[in-house]
């Protein structure tokens, strides 16, 4: 049966797989890049997108790391503590940056603000749930005081 634990070693196992997918997406990029570039019939595209694609892998690490520990935190039944508000907050802002960097690239190809697009929406979407987070924070801190 389907449980919370099965789902967040779930979750975790995901996250690994995209520590990897990112790695090797980083190291293939080149020619990736390059093979988007003939089959998409573009001349000069091939350093903005790489750089564009390079610039993205850190944020996208920081955020797999703080939802790697976000996960073990909930796993260890530690919900609702100032450390998971940070790292929200965190992963937030990673969404933001990748969306930043995105808008260079949509200039070059309008298709691209899908992605910034979407990327500044699930960042809004964790500062509305880091937000949560916070309140709840705050109502157990105030509970754990009341005799």
Not at 9 to 18: A, G, T
């Amino acid at each position: 049966m389907w449980n919370k634990d099965k789902s967040i070693v779930l979750s975790q196992v995901l996250i690994k797989i995209c520590y990897v997918g990112i790695v090797v997406c980083a190291a293939a990029a080149p020619k990736l890049v390059e093979l988007y570039e003939k089959r998409a019939g573009t001349e000069g595209l091939y350093t903005p997108l790489l750089a564009t694609l390079m610039c993205c892998v850190p944020p996208a690490i920081i955020a797999l790391v703080c939802l790697d520990v976000l996960l073990w935190n909930i796993r260890k039944n530690r919900a609702f503590i100032e450390q998971n508000v940070k790292l929200l907050r965190s992963i937030s802002y990673c969404c933001f940056c990748v969306a930043v960097i995105f808008i260079y690239f949509s200039i070059l190809r309008p298709f691209a603000f899908v992605i910034v697009f979407a990327a500044g929406f699930f960042g809004i979407i964790l500062r509305v749930v880091k937000n949560c987070f916070q309140q709840a924070v705050a109502i157990r801190e105030e509970n754990d005081f009341t005799i």
